[in-house]
């Protein structure tokens, strides 16, 4: 699925469902981790983690709008848009949402961490499958000092 289906799918569920327009956009993001999908704030925008689709196909993809689309629509109307909120709670069921998406298998790729380490001297960063104390180490690079920056799933 593409970005133009997603937001095809976004307009027609919002449509079907809702009875309002989706006018903002709906984009697959692959930085997204943990989550099937979220609503921003600022931009009215949706982003849907494209993982889902892979693993489960469009099904969960409409589940994941439907959330999603709830947030929206009761964001827009000035309505309670958060999980704890009645409103939400109330159009989630009507529509025929979920609260929580399904969890994504953990495969080796999506457990596996990666460590950041990071010359402060001349910034090269070294990339480690297994977490180091940077205190042991010196930059191969220019002797400095390294430092952890960041640690990320793939
Ligand atoms: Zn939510
Ligand atoms: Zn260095």
Redesign the pocket.
């Known amino acids: 699925m593409q970005d133009m289906e997603l937001q095809a799918l976004a307009e027609q569920i919002s449509e079907q469902y809702f009875g309002r327009p989706f006018k903002h956009r709906a984009i697959f993001n692959a930085h997204l981790r943990t989550t099937g999908g979220r ?1 921003m704030l600022q931009t009215h925008h949706i982003e849907i983690n494209p993982k889902y689709f892979q693993y489960y196909g469009t099904t969960e993809v409409i589940a994941i709008l439907k ?2 689309l709830c ?1 929206y629509h009761l964001h827009l109307l000035g309505k309670g848009y958060r ?1 704890r909120d009645r409103d939400f709670k109330e159009l989630l069921a009507k529509v025929g949402g979920q609260m929580h998406c399904k969890p994504l298998p953990q495969d080796e790729k999506t457990k596996r961490t990666i460590h950041f380490y990071q010359c402060v001297e001349c910034g090269l960063v070294y990339k480690r499958k297994r977490r180091m104390d940077p205190r042991k180490y010196a930059c191969g690079n220019c002797s400095g000092k390294i430092q952890k920056v960041e640690e990320i799933l793939d």
């Open positions: 609503y959330h999603e947030h999980h």
